[in-house]
């Protein structure tokens, strides 16, 4: 069974940059894909930018220039750069890894909070 460690949220200024961390421990499928996703106050559970194992990357057009997701494969670890942050981006963020070989299994990590404010 696959589990995911998030890291890296915090507070952060404006304009200021945070990476977020997803490290999967177990071993799993070669066809996957990883989505880190946030959910703020009162608002829905947004796509924010997924990865695939065939190192394709999709972001939501808000963060799009700004945000980047990587894979970090010695690591078992994707990444989430973000930059030029804006007070719109204050959530939870959570990684999310769906395994499509064999079958479909579907883990989330535990969440790690970003706070953009002066």
């Known amino acids: 069974q696959v589990q995911l460690v998030e890291s890296g949220g915090g507070l952060v200024q404006p304009g200021g940059s945070l990476r977020l961390s997803c490290v999967a421990s177990?071993?799993?499928?070669?066809?996957?894909?990883v989505g880190w996703y946030r959910q703020a106050p009162e608002r829905r559970l947004e796509l924010v930018g997924t990865?695939?194992?065939?190192?394709?990357?999709r972001y939501l057009s808000s963060v799009k220039g700004r945000f980047t997701v990587a894979a970090d494969s010695a690591k078992n670890e994707v990444y989430l750069q973000m930059t030029s942050l804006k007070p719109e981006g204050t959530a939870v963020y959570y990684c999310?890894?769906?395994?499509?070989?064999?079958?479909?299994?579907?883990?989330w990590g535990q969440g790690t909070q970003v706070t953009v404010s002066s």
């Open positions: 177990g071993s799993f499928s070669s066809l996957w894909v």
């Open positions: 990865i695939s194992s065939s190192n394709t990357t």
């Open positions: 999310n890894v769906v395994e499509l070989d064999p079958e479909r299994v579907e883990i």
